[in-house]
């Protein structure tokens, strides 16, 4: 079960938002509210630590289905930064992790969210543009050794495009490469559930893959992540 979320750090509507005591109150722990304020870049840690719970909670309701985004709920503990990439340094969890931007990417941070569903693993890429978190539910990245089996990508989108057609095209084009076949075979479907959709599933010809994905986009940016 894996998870990602995108934030672009410099919509409008994302600039700023550590000083929106009402949202951070709302949205974040104690402890998360004290590393925000404490953080160098206050923004870029709040955007972080919300793009991780997003990409957990994307992963747990493949788990429990029904299950509720409550971010307050979903408690964020991080790994001690000297393990988990705060530096820069590799890439903890064996993420396969491309771009299809010029901007320098790290992983910044890595550590586990508590969820309603069980603990789920994260790793945060960021850039001078953009924080991208991969989740991943089972313990799949502390398994790991050189390569989770988990294929992600970010892409800053120029022009205007509907983002949301751009990503589902980037994705089918993505596994069709990788699977080497027609993109004519595969479809990205979400099925009615109960409360709404539940999570974009892969088919191919018609029929559900053994193959897990999670999408997103803000402002500038798609991501996505397969497994």
Known sequence: CIGNDIV?????????????????????TPEERERIDSAGAPDAALWMLWAAKEAAFKAAVKRRQGISFIPRMYSVALDDPSHSGDRGEGNPHGISMASGSAEERSAAHCGVVMTPAGPVDFSCFRSAGHVHCIAVMNGAYRAAQSDSGVQAVARELTGPV???????????????????????????RREKACAGYGPPRVYMEGRPADIDISLSHDGRYIAFAVH
């Open 8 to 28: 672009d750090l410099n919509h409008p509507g994302n600039r700023g938002k550590s000083r929106d005591r009402r949202f951070v109150s709302r949205a974040f």
């Open 162 to 188: 509907d983002p949301s057609s751009a990503l589902r095209l980037e994705t089918v084009h993505y596994l069709a490469s990788a699977l080497r076949v027609s993109p004519y075979f595969i479809r990205i």
